[in-house]
């Protein structure tokens, strides 16, 4: 059973950056398409940013230019490098194996504020 850890979240005005960590438990990881997803107040989660296990990556339209995910596949890590955050960026953020129903790590919560 895999399982995921996010970390980096926290607290940043508009225009700032931050970077999230996910690690993941499984011999399989380097198997898996990996995806970030945000879940804002109030609203359904969504998928933000994926990598496929050889590294091609895909982001939703308003993350494109700002937002760049990666994976190291050696560690079982998964990173999403957030820059020049917005207001509508706040959410819970979330790792997980893109299409697979297992169950969802804690996440970590990223809140823009000025």
């Known amino acids: 059973q895999v399982q995921f850890v996010e970390s980096g979240g926290g607290l940043v005005q508009p225009g700032g950056s931050l970077r999230l960590s996910c690690a993941a438990s499984?011999?399989?990881?380097?198997?898996?398409?990996m995806g970030w997803y945000r879940q804002a107040p109030g609203q359904q989660r969504e998928l933000v940013a994926s990598?496929?296990?050889?590294?091609?990556?895909n982001y939703e339209d308003s993350v494109k230019g700002r937002f760049t995910i990666s994976r190291d596949n050696a560690k079982n890590t998964v990173d999403l490098q957030m820059n020049s955050l917005k207001y509508e960026d706040t959410g819970a953020y979330y790792c997980?194996?893109?299409?697979?129903?297992?169950?969802w790590g804690q996440g970590t919560q990223v809140t823009v504020s000025s």
């Open positions: 499984g011999s399989m990881f380097r198997m898996y398409v």
């Open positions: 997980h194996i893109v299409g697979s129903l297992l169950r």
């Open positions: 990598i496929s296990s050889g590294g091609i990556t």
